[in-house]
């Protein structure tokens, strides 16, 4: 590696589809020779995360560090931190990382941390979005991709996926047509991204 190539660190906490999505387009669309980016870990906050298994299957180095063993959320951020660094990261991508991250961590990272949230924001910030915009009669749910601030769910809003609801959908069979988008949105904001960097 170059030291201008452009680290990307993943996070995770769960199945790591959004990661694999990433890591598959980054890999078959060659982001190291069109914009000199790579994935360089992912780390995982859950020992047991599916999606370790499929980064290692995929060629990338994977960490975890659970949060189980720090006594408090400062002191996980600030290991956290530390981990992330060790990559000298362009850009730190939450793909399903369910962790409430500290104001310090988030400014450290302000302006190359982005998040996948399964909504159109700013309608249905925070948990259950699918069943909130089927329980609110919407007509239309998605996803959005934004940069991470300390203000939950709130940061710039870099690319959003419509899907329609439909009749007899559950939060399930919602979630599913709402996660394909964001398999396609997500790698493409993030490639967006990165040449501003
Ligand atoms: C996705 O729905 C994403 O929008 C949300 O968490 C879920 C992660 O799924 N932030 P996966 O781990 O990428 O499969």
Known sequence: MTEKTKNIVILISGAG????????????????????ARVAAVISNQPGAEGLAL?????????????KGFESRSAFDTALQALIDAHQPAL????????????????HYAGRMVNIHPSLLPAFTGLKTHQRAIDAGCLEAGATVHLVTADLDHGQIL?????????????????????????????????AWLKLL
């Open 17 to 36: 589809s959004n990661m694999g999505a990433l890591i598959r387009a980054a890999q078959q669309e060659h982001w190291e020779v069109l914009l000199g």
């Open 55 to 67: 980064a290692q299957a995929l060629g990338v180095a994977t960490q975890v560090l659970d949060h």
């Open 92 to 107: 730190v991508v939450l793909a399903g990382f369910m962790r409430i991250l500290t104001p310090g961590f988030v400014a």
């Open 159 to 191: 690319a959003q996926a419509a899907v329609p609801v439909l009749p007899g959908d559950s939060a399930e069979t919602l979630a599913a047509r709402v996660l394909v988008q964001e398999h396609l949105i997500y790698p493409q904001a993030i490639k």
